[in-house]
């Protein structure tokens, strides 16, 4: 598969496949019960075969065992892979349910890298991501806390979820930032803005997670789609079936272009994503083998000047309907 470089601020930028990995899914339950153990080391395996080398996990997502499940799925192609990890939530917290209270103090922080290691097998985490801002914690001290993890070797690179602008660039002058990772789709272009020219300037690599829209954008949803009721849609403001009914014309859109590129709406929705800038790199997450090679194939999709017009001017027509996240949620989100 074709590389991609995040970051090279500080002039040594991270090299990963075109498309990564989000493997969330495999252990949380937020989109239903967690996958085979079995099968889900069998696909991440077979996705590092496929020429997939940058996968992203965090300590909340099982909690801890999807960390572990990468450790083990992973471990033989040690020095192959990237692998990102997160820092950032309090898991002593409301009995460990992975959705605690924030908590970005530097003694935490150490504490989390050194269970992460562990975990994940590995003498020093690719890239360790503040998974929210916390507003109890400057950036600066967390910056500062992760560089000289760096320093120890302990990590390798730094990087921010879901950050504003300006907490990016205090970040940045304590401890250059390799990646930003925060949601980023053709239903949610909010990064747009300010983020992506904020990125540009500072030579700071992007990871858009959900790029497939948490599954709408493949065009296997629609009004009438049920979810288990575990599954974090049933929740979400724009999964209502209203608005799934209305935002079905963004799909509609995507399965014309896929129909000229011989493609799938996927496909052309990881394509779109990819032709934006060069160092962005969307980490989609599937549990069956059919959906890992329909992902990797969207790195292979190649969007004329003419596609990406008509996406454009198809979108500016098309008002998507629904918030992205319940509001307790959304406001752990820095805008």
Request: contains cysteine; charged residues 20%; negative net charge.
């Amino acid at each position: 598969m074709q590389k991609r470089i995040l970051g090279n601020a500080n002039g040594s930028g991270l090299e990963v496949s075109a498309i990564g990995y989000g493997a969330m899914g495999m252990s949380s339950v937020h989109y239903g019960p967690a996958g085979d153990h079995a099968d889900n080391v069998a696909l991440l395996r077979k996705a590092a075969e496929l020429g997939v080398t940058f996968f992203d996990t965090a300590e909340v997502y099982g909690p801890f065992t999807n960390e572990e499940l990468l450790g083990e799925a992973l471990e033989p192609f040690k020095g192959e892979v990237v692998i990102a990890t997160k820092f950032g939530f309090d898991m002593g917290f409301a009995g460990h349910t992975g959705h605690g209270g924030l908590n970005s103090r530097p003694d935490h922080i150490r504490a989390v890298a050194e269970a992460s290691l562990k975990r994940l097998r590995v003498d020093a985490i690719d890239l360790f991501y503040q998974h929210r801002v916390d507003p109890a914690v400057p950036i600066e001290d967390v910056a500062g806390t992760v560089r000289d993890l760096i320093a120890e070797g302990k990590v390798k690179h730094f990087g921010l979820s879901e950050a504003g602008a300006a907490t990016i660039r205090r970040a940045h002058a304590v401890q250059p930032v390799t990646a930003l990772q925060s949601e980023y789709s053709l239903w949610w272009r909010h990064a747009e803005a300010e983020i992506l020219p904020t990125l540009a300037e500072l030579g700071i690599g992007f990871v858009p997670f959900s790029p497939l829209g948490k599954g709408f954008l493949t065009g296997k949803i629609d009004a009438a789609t049920e979810f288990p009721g575990v599954d974090i849609r049933n929740s979400i403001p724009r999964f209502s079936a209203e608005a799934r009914a209305a935002n079905q014309a963004l799909v509609d859109l995507l399965s014309a272009v896929a129909a000229r590129q011989g493609a799938t709406s996927a496909q052309v929705a990881l394509g779109w994503i990819l032709a934006q800038h060069p160092w962005i790199v969307p980490i989609p997450g599937t549990r069956k083998l059919c959906r890992l090679q329909e992902n990797i194939g969207g790195a292979a999709v190649e969007l004329s000047v003419q596609d990406l017009a008509d996406i454009e001017a198809a979108c500016t027509q098309i008002t998507i309907q629904g918030a992205r996240y319940p509001a307790n949620i959304e406001a752990m989100s820095e805008k």
